[in-house]
Nanobody
Framework: VQLQASGGGLVQAGDSLRLSCAAS????????MAWFRQAPGKERDFVAA????????YYADSVKGRFAISRDNTKNTVSLQMNALKPEDTAVYYC?????????????WGKGTQVTVSS
């Protein structure tokens, strides 16, 4: 499975941004698609995840109500709609696929895309 993330950029606080992740190849042993993010000097943290089949979604408390994850099974893509962005959302965002949404269960990582939110 190869994952290609896109859609990052520089925005102002309060703006919206949409990230997309294209997955080439599918493995049913890694049914969760997730987004993680890593700010400079910090660990890579969970942001959101979605199950390919059920569509059930999960969010970190810090983004609940602002971010929305979705998937398009026909196109093998997962998107992250980010609204009401804050400077603390600034990070490199990584698309991932795994057996669950937990960091230790991630099997595949895509290259990151930078999101910068200015105040």
């Amino acid at each position: 499975v190869q994952l290609q993330a896109s859609g990052g950029g520089l925005v102002q606080a309060g703006d919206s941004l949409r990230l997309s992740c294209a997955a080439s190849g599918r493995t049913f042993s890694s049914p969760y698609m997730a987004w993680f993010r890593q700010a400079p000097g910090k660990e890579r943290d969970f942001v959101a995840a979605i199950h390919w089949t059920s569509g059930r979604s999960y969010y970190a408390d810090s983004v609940k109500g602002r971010f929305a994850i979705s998937r398009d099974n026909t196109k093998n893509t997962v998107s992250l709609q980010m609204n009401a962005l804050k400077p603390e959302d600034t990070a490199v965002y990584y698309c991932a696929a795994g057996r669950s949404s937990r960091f230790q269960d991630i099997d595949y990582w895509g290259k990151g895309t930078q999101v910068t939110v200015s105040s």
